[in-house]
């Protein structure tokens, strides 16, 4: 349970400096950062219930687009399900807030575990 609200926590970090990003996206508070990193940090956790082999297939054939898009349907159902989590300019803000929060996630977890403040998650 603690490496799940860990992983929600820095979420919540990413989504709150993906909101600063002039990608479309706006995180009106931390609260709506916490509940959009749970929902994001939920769907992320049954994409990893699948086999490594099941998700690698799918990835491989089309070239990184079946991962991006259900990266943006998961973005854009935290926008949709959390009020003060909004994006913008529809999908464009979608599309460009999952790469964004993919990219700043993985920074903030390489800081995190090069300062030794958190262990790497486990997925």
């Not at 820095?10 to 990608?23: D, Q, Y």
């Not at 706006?26 to 099941?54: H, Q, R, S």
């Not at 529809?90 to 800081?111: D, E, H, M, Q, T």
């Amino acid at each position: 349970m603690i490496p799940f609200l860990i992983t929600v926590v820095v979420l919540a970090l990413s989504l709150f400096i993906i909101s600063k990003l002039p990608t479309g996206v706006d995180v009106d508070n931390p609260i709506a950062a916490l509940l959009g990193g749970a929902i994001i940090g939920v769907f992320n956790g049954l994409y990893y219930l699948f086999p490594t082999w099941l998700r690698a297939l799918p990835a491989i054939l089309s070239l990184g687009l079946i991962p991006l898009l259900g990266s943006v349907i998961v973005f854009g159902l935290a926008a949709w399900l959390v009020e003060g989590f909004r994006l913008r300019w529809g999908i464009l803000s979608a599309i460009l807030g999952a790469i964004a929060l993919a990219i700043v996630n993985s920074i903030l977890w390489k800081i995190f575990d090069a300062v030794g403040l958190l262990s790497t998650p486990a997925a």
